[in-house]
């Protein structure tokens, strides 16, 4: 199989794409059931998220008079674009490393922050006010986020990078590789304030609680979504699904890529990938109350970055 | 007949040797000092009584005569007896024009008889002109018994009483000029009715006027008459003065006498014979083969500006009173101006010193009002002090040397004694410094200067001072030598040293005096001062090269300083304002008067292309060259200042709004009188010429500097290639600059055209010379000119309703010919030239175009930044050139790699330092060094697209002139060692830059005016740029690069959005604004595509470059910089999407109400750059492969690229396969989004809870209530007590 062939069928079918969209779809229908399960309720069928998706494509689509009309529509397809490409640019262990052209772990990081800017466009295109109020506190987030994971990112480049001669390394693939010969960082001590760290990053990068500020329904009846109908929102529902699926594999591969191969590879990973939907994302968002935009942007200052911090400044002085 | 003279000879002789024989003649000659010390005293004390004044100081003047009889010897007797002869007749003529005043008047009481001279204007002038033949002044040869006397006093070592005798002089001055003045000029207080005289007193005052003229004229009968009664033979031991006057002198001289005749009969033959008559002298000048360099040169420069006097007076004096005697004196101090250049000794020399000062006193005074007859006194009285105390060091040399023959003098000065010596060349110096205005000497100057006509106080001011400068340089440095002014010593201090501190001190006073004058006129007077300063501080390094620079200098300013006193005449005839702040807007009604002074202005602040800028760099390559750093650093401080009040008027002239004010009637102000005209054109095209091709200027100056060189056996100058390479694209620029201003006198759509299309015939230009660049100038001289040709598009749409169209365009296209010509810089010298024409008045005049209040303030201050910054830059440049001996880049490199650290560090920090600075780096006071929002917006973009980019450029340039790679090891291996790899200076400069990328990203958040963001977002955009070239690896170089190219795309592209925006809606804030996105759909488009790829959203271009500066940040081992860098991103992410949300989306405000979509020329110019940034997206090759040519130039290791590969770097990705793949991805999704179609389209208002009556204003979120929380931190942080720029917040 050529490159180009691998490429295109990495973003097209597996580990991006149609596969993605699955699995992240599917990643949703759990965290609904789990959730009502652990509320006492039945909760919806695994299915209800692909069902949901089926009926939003035959809704009338809802445009305000006063939005700009393409960004408006437009702003979602986009969204999904980069994290079904950002898929495809997380190796997993064992099973999948993505080709160098596609991209490191920075082209992942600058994806990854694509979502956020639909959502933010996608609000003050709107023209709702409440659509504005969610993309200030989007922003505000994103810039509260946005140190600590960058020096996660620089923790774990340098960490692996000078181990291996460089100063530092952005590629994912070689991450994997690292730790699969010595050890996953996770049981690293000098990384666990960035475990840490990225352990409050990917809340406020997903949205959920203590971090959905930017679309709380309570206050700004989902803010950026709100004016949404049809198959526009249900492309916002896609693109949550599929960012689960990216930043719960980035997770994997920076800090907990299992050393097995073949079948029993992509077994753990899935198993990875339930087990921290369950317990970093549906539990998570159950037992927390929502912070202040305020509240969230200073703690970001404060715990997040202090930790991110103490594992680069060990790793660098050592 | 000839018994009776031999009775009186016998007699007077008896009467010597009597008084000898029964006197100790040291006591007559002490008793004569005091008789005439208290007598002239005494004189200066009775003032009120002319009478009285009159017989005092002629008891007074009996001292002189006992003094030539008590010290003896041939000159003294000789002396006495002539004394005695000049007296009769000239005290007669005195006293009888006096007495005929009194009679008539009825009184001899000195305020009536004040303003004689309108009364009774031939008594009073042959009263005067006694007065002036006493003191030993007049049209004629002065009188010089008292010389001789002097002389006799000196040559017999009685220092003491000569030094009295000139004393007496100076306080007899004192008392002669207020009678002359108050008697003879002054406008008399009242009416007083004339008495009848008896006819016969007029026929003797005549005789005796007539005598005493002879008597001046041809004095030779009488000294051989007193030599006779002196008992000396044959003129033994009387020194011999003078010699024949040369043709120089006698040709203006007779000349003005002649012209005096004529204006009696007709004004306007008068008028035509003066041009006639300066064209002639200066054609004379021309032809005269006998002159020496230093006079060759001076005397063309004189009888130059003479001629562009005399044809500028022909407007400006025609209405004017006493025409004649304008023209007469005018000519009369030009003959005198002359005989100081063809003068071989010290007689000659001082007769016409005296009669420079007294010709031009009546220049001074012309206007005859209290004010100038004020400043005329002190004028007079200083330079004819500052005279006598030369005249008493004349004398001493010739006591010394035996000889005022130059030659002699020059033979023999080796013999005198250092004491003696310092003594005469200090009287000496004494003389010259008054003429030339140095500090102390200077008060007369800027009294004098303002009140004489203007066209008097031009040359005033430009050629007067210099024949102090003559003085220095001629009989200084020429007769007596370097070597002797420094042998000349006592206690270390020299006369050199003495030149160069007060020409230091003359500089900052003459500077800072001017920039608190509030009067035009006073203000260039003490710019005088400064650029005298300036000379002499220069003239005082003392080296060849210093004097050629200096005396570049005095042509210089002869010309510049002319043009300006000139121009501001012209205002003062039209407007009758003599006040700055009364001129506003006056560059409206009298364009070609303001525009050549602007153009004066320019080039006396020493900018190029004009010839103020040569010789001002020379100047400072001459400081450099000598090791005097601290002298080129304070001419550089006191241009900075210079500045400041030269861009003042301009400002005044041009940039403020026309009011019609005058104090001259109510005829509406027009442009001068053409000649006037003729004359400031012959100026500034002189100016123009100097600055273009200075070789004729240099081809006069050199061979002074070569003879004063050889005159002390130094080594001569070695002149620096002054000529500017104009590549053919910048001069085509530049004259198309200057075409575009000339049509659009015509046709201003046409002007619009003509200058998009300039910058693209340059593209032209700059591929049929390709082979004069280096790959990395080319690309960058394509940029400049390709960037220019669409912001100029967008200009002529964006200006559409702009009264003065053309002249931006003008300056728009200048500051494109400096980029251009800086970019083909084979040397230092170009390089800095260009440079300067580049970031200097062009961009200045761009940037307060719009002419509001603020663009004035904030583009002054970027104006001064520049200023300042370009002063390292120029220090730097000069020094560098000076250690290493060439401007040449070859050369320069080779030579730089045998100096040591220690010596190439200071010149290579100081050139860093400007470069950095250009580039707004290291945020001190941000709001001086970012270029402000007040510009139209098409040049903002292209300043923060292009222009700052020559900073980075320019790093990288001379990256490899300074030896490259190899040079910052050496540096680093020295100073500060390595940091991470990476030499200190250069981690300097990383550490600024990353400082600036986040402080200026975090502003740029906050900020709520339309420009404003984006301009602090393109200081944070060039941090990256350096950044990323700072770490001097493969891949950073390639990443700086390549977002040097990036942001230019991008950031233009989002000012031309702007400037749209602007002008669809003519807001300047983010909250004025909404909607717009609904009315300008395609602008829109193009501001999201820029705005989200400059904060590098994946797989845009923007994102690429910035891609590559985080992996060559973490791979070089400044992993904490590019943690910053990518925080800051976040940072101009948060701003464009603000910018976006305020401006396009939402509720439209009022003034979003009525925008359309931009002009086609504004799509067009936009939609280039989003295409070429779209382009570089798909392909990064097209800008990586060429950067890897650039780097195997640049000697580092070139990265690996192809058009379409991947990017460089450990694991480079693919821009072009991610590009397409999410492309394709798009494109199979949005038949998704075509599914609910079937289900329709519902359209209606956005959902509000049900409230319904909210006013769109208050359903939007303004710009400035966007990140509440960052904001705070943010203001907290970096804007404590909101200073500077936080108040536009």
């Known amino acids: 199989m050529s490159t180009q062939v691998a490429v295109v069928l990495s973003v097209l079918l597996f580990p991006g794409g149609l596969f993605a969209l699955t699995l992240g779809l599917a990643l949703k229908g759990m965290d609904r059931r789990v959730a009502a399960r652990l509320q006492g309720r039945v909760g919806p069928p695994l299915t209800q998220p692909f069902i949901d998706l089926v009926k939003l494509a035959f809704k009338r689509t809802m445009v305000p008079t006063t939005a700009c009309e393409p960004v408006f529509l437009g702003a979602p397809l986009v969204g999904v674009v980069s994290m079904l490409t950002a898929a495809a640019l997380v190796p997993i262990s064992g099973l999948y490393t993505p080709e160098p052209v596609l991209g490191n772990l920075l082209v992942v990081l600058y994806l990854l922050v694509v979502p956020g800017v639909v959502l933010m466009v996608a609000g003050s295109s709107s023209s709702s006010p409440y659509g504005a109020i969610g993309f200030s506190r989007e922003m505000v987030l994103m810039l509260a986020y946005e140190g600590p994971i960058v020096l996660v990112a620089a923790a774990v480049a ?161 | ?66 003094i030539g009889l008590g010290v003896g010897g041939a000159a003294g007797e000789t002396g006495a007896f002539m004394h005695i002869g000049f007296q009769l007749a000239m005290r007669g003529l005195v006293v009888f024009a006096g007495w005929m005043l009194i009679l008539r008047v009825g009184s001899t009481r000195l305020e009536d008889l004040a303003g004689s001279g309108r009364r009774m204007p031939v008594t009073a002038t042959l009263f005067g002109f006694g007065m002036f033949s006493v003191m030993g002044l007049s049209p004629f040869k002065g009188t010089y018994s008292k010389f001789l006397i002097l002389y006799a006093a000196i040559e017999q070592g009685h220092w003491a009483i000569a030094a009295v005798g000139t004393v007496a002089s100076i306080v007899a001055a004192v008392y002669y000029m207020v009678l002359i003045q108050r008697i003879c000029f002054e406008a008399p207080a009242r009416r007083i009715a004339l008495r009848p005289v008896p006819k016969g007193l007029m026929a003797i005052t005549s005789v005796l006027a007539v005598a005493a003229a002879a008597m001046s004229l041809f004095p030779a009968p009488l000294q051989t008459l007193a030599e006779t009664l002196a008992g000396v033979v044959g003129g033994a031991g009387v020194p011999h003065f003078e010699s024949p006057w040369s043709p120089l002198v006698l040709v203006p001289y007779i000349g003005g006498f002649a012209l005096y005749a004529l204006g009696r009969f007709s004004p306007r033959a008068r008028d035509a014979g003066a041009v006639v008559l300066a064209l002639s002298t200066f054609a004379l000048v021309f032809a005269s083969p006998d002159l020496d360099p230093t006079s060759r040169l001076f005397a063309l420069v004189f009888a130059g500006i003479i001629c562009v006097m005399v044809i500028y007076s022909i407007g400006y004096m025609a209405k004017v009173e006493w025409g004649n005697r304008y023209y007469f004196f005018t000519f009369l101090m030009t003959g005198s101006m002359l005989g100081l250049t063809t003068a071989r000794e010290f007689g000659d020399f001082y007769v016409f010193w005296e009669l420079m000062t007294w010709t031009s006193y009546f220049l001074v005074i012309h206007e005859q009002t209290r004010k100038a007859l004020n400043a005329g006194l002190i004028y007079f009285l200083m330079c004819a002090s500052g005279a006598y105390v030369m005249h008493f060091g004349i004398l001493m040399a010739h006591a010394e040397v035996g000889s005022f023959a130059f030659s002699a003098i020059a033979q023999n000065v080796d013999a005198i004694a250092p004491g003696i010596g310092l003594a005469i060349m200090a009287c000496l110096f004494v003389g010259f410094a008054v003429k030339a205005g140095l500090v102390p000497f200077h008060a007369w100057l800027p009294i004098a200067h303002p009140q004489a006509p203007s066209s008097a106080s031009g040359p005033l001011s430009s050629i007067l001072t210099k024949a102090g400068m003559l003085g220095i340089v001629k009989i200084l440095f020429g007769v007596f030598g370097l070597g002797a002014l420094t042998r000349f010593a006592v206690a270390g201090v020299d006369l050199r040293t003495v030149l160069l501190g007060l020409g230091c001190v003359t500089l900052l006073y003459g500077e800072i005096q001017a920039l608190r004058q509030r009067e035009l006129k006073r203000m260039l007077a003490y710019s005088t001062l400064a650029q005298v300063g300036e000379i002499a501080a220069i003239l005082g390094l003392g080296t060849a090269l210093a004097t050629d620079a200096a005396l570049l200098h005095v042509t210089n300013h002869a010309l510049m300083k002319t043009l300006l006193f000139y121009a501001a005449g012209a205002f003062i005839l ?46 400072i390559y001459a400081a450099a060259m000598a090791g005097s750093y601290l002298v080129a650093g304070i001419l550089l401080a006191g241009s900075v200042i210079g500045v400041v009040y030269y861009t ?23 442009e001068a009188p053409a000649s006037m005209l003729v004359a400031m054109g012959v100026l500034a095209a002189l100016i123009v010429v100097g600055g273009i091709a200075p070789q004729f200027q240099l081809a006069l100056v050199a061979p002074v500097g070569d003879a004063i060189a050889a005159r002390s056996g130094l080594a001569p100058a070695v002149l620096p290639d002054l000529i500017m390479a104009w590549p053919a694209s910048a001069a085509l620029t530049m004259i198309g600059a200057i075409a575009v201003l000339f049509v659009g006198r015509f046709s201003v759509p046409w002007s619009g055209r003509l200058a998009v299309a300039v910058p693209v015939a340059a593209i032209v230009a700059v591929l049929a010379q390709s082979g004069r660049y280096d790959l990395l100038s080319l690309s960058f001289a394509l940029l400049i000119a390709g960037v220019g040709a669409l912001n100029m598009l967008h200009a002529t749409s964006y200006l559409a309703h702009n009264h003065a169209q053309p002249r931006f365009y003008a300056v728009f296209l200048v500051m494109i010919a400096g980029l251009l010509g800086m970019t083909a810089a084979p040397d230092l010298f170009n390089f800095f030239a260009f440079w300067e024409l580049m970031s200097a008045w062009a961009l200045w005049a761009a940037i307060i175009h719009e002419e509001t209040d603020e663009a004035r303030r904030e583009g002054f201050k970027y104006f001064l930044f520049n200023t300042v910054g370009a002063s390292f830059l120029f220090l730097g440049v000069t020094m560098l050139a000076a250690k290493a001996g060439t401007f040449e880049f070859a050369g320069l490199k080779a030579a730089l790699a045998s100096l040591p650290v220690a010596v190439i560090l200071p010149p290579i920090a100081l050139v860093l330092l400007g470069l950095v600075m250009k580039a707004a780096m290291l945020p001190a006071r941000i709001d001086y060094q970012m270029h402000p929002a007040a510009a139209p917006t098409p040049v903002s973009g292209y300043i923060s697209a292009v222009l700052l980019k020559s900073g980075p450029w320019a790093i990288l340039k001379l990256f490899v002139v300074f030896g490259g790679a190899g040079l910052f090891v050496r540096l680093g291996g ?164 603000k910018f976006a949300h305020a401006a396009f989306m939402g509720q439209p405000t009022a003034k979003a109400l009525d925008a359309s979509e931009a002009p086609a020329p504004m799509l067009v110019a936009m939609g280039v750059l989003v295409v070429a940034s779209l382009a570089v997206g798909l392909m990064p090759g097209l800008l990586l492969v060429p950067i890897a040519a650039i780097e195997a130039q640049l000697g580092l290791t070139p990265i690996a690229a192809t058009l379409t590969g991947p990017l460089p770097g450990l694991d480079g990705w693919s821009p072009t396969i991610l590009t397409l793949l999410m492309l394709v991805l798009g494109l199979l999704l949005v038949p998704w989004l075509r599914l609910g179609r079937s289900a329709g389209v519902v359209r209606g208002p956005a959902h509000l809870c049900g409230v319904a009556d909210l006013s769109a204003d208050r359903e939007r979120l303004p710009a400035a209530e966007l990140f509440e929380s960052p904001n705070g931190v943010i203001k907290t942080l970096l804007l404590p007590g909101n200073p500077g720029p936080g108040k536009r917040i």
């Open chain 1, 158 to 318: 340098l960490r692996v990078g000078m181990a291996e001669g460089h100063i530092a390394t952005f590629s994912l693939a070689e991450i994997v590789a690292y730790q699969r010969t010595h050890g996953m960082f996770l049981l690293d001590p000098v990384m666990w304030p960035a475990v840490g760290a990225f352990c409050l990053f990917f809340p406020a990068n997903l949205g959920i609680v203590p971090f959905d500020i930017p679309e709380a329904e309570t206050e700004v009846l989902e803010g950026p979504v709100l004016e949404y109908s049809g198959p526009a929102l249900g492309l916002f529902k896609v693109m949550s699904a599929l960012k689960a699926v990216v930043v719960l594999g980035l997770g994997i591969a920076l800090f907990a890529p299992l050393d097995l191969t073949g079948a029993p590879a992509f077994l753990g990973w899935l198993a990875e990938i339930v087990v921290l939907m369950v317990l970093g994302v549906t539990a998570v968002r159950l037992s927390a109350g929502r912070m202040r935009i305020d509240q969230a942007f200073s703690f970001f200052f404060k715990w997040p970055l202090l930790l991110s911090a103490a594992s680069v400044a060990a790793i660098a002085l050592a």
């Open chain 2, 648 to 670: 003042r008027v301009i400002s005044t002239l041009f940039f403020k709004p026309y009011t019609g004010q005058t104090s001259v009637g109510q005829a509406a102000v027009r």
């Open chain 2, 1 to 66: 007949m000839f018994p009776l003279e031999i009775h009186l000879d016998h007699f007077i002789g008896e009467m010597a040797v009597f008084a000898m024989t029964t006197l100790d003649p040291m006591s007559l000659a002490w008793m004569g000092a005091v008789f005439l010390l208290f007598g002239e005293i005494a004189a200066l004390l009775s003032i009120a009584h002319p009478v009285r004044v009159l017989i005092v100081s002629t008891v007074a003047e009996l001292g002189y005569v006992l």
């Open chain 2, 574 to 619: 039209r407007t009758g304002l003599r006040y700055i702040d009364d001129l506003a807007g006056l560059g409206r009604v009298m364009p070609f008067t303001a525009g050549v002074y602007a153009l004066a202005s320019v080039a006396i602040m020493g900018l190029p292309p004009f010839s103020g800028f040569i010789s001002k760099f020379l100047m």
């Open chain 2, 974 to 1137: 020295q100073i500060g060692g390595e940091i991470g790899g990476q030499p200190a200076i250069l981690t300097v400069i990383s550490v600024i830059a990353g400082i600036t990328m986040v402080y200026a990203g975090a502003m740029a958040v906050v900020q709520n005016s339309i420009k404003l963001v984006l301009i602090y977002s393109t200081v944070c955009q060039l941090g990256y740029v350096l950044l990323a070239l700072s770490f001097g690896t493969s891949l950073g170089v390639a990443a700086g690069l390549m977002h040097f190219v990036n942001h230019m795309l991008l950031k233009d592209t989002l000012f031309l959005v702007a400037g749209a925006v602007m002008v669809r809606t003519h807001a300047t804030l983010l909250d004025e604004l909404g909607g717009l996105g609904k009315r300008m759909p395609i602008t829109f488009g193009i501001f999201l595509f820029a705005g989200l790829s400059l904060s590098g959203l994946p797989p845009l271009n923007g994102f690429a470059s910035k891609w590559m500066i985080f992996e060559a940040a973490f791979s070089s081992g400044h992993w904490l910089l590019g943690a910053a860098a990518m925080i800051s991103s976040m940072f101009t992410l948060a701003a464009v999407l």
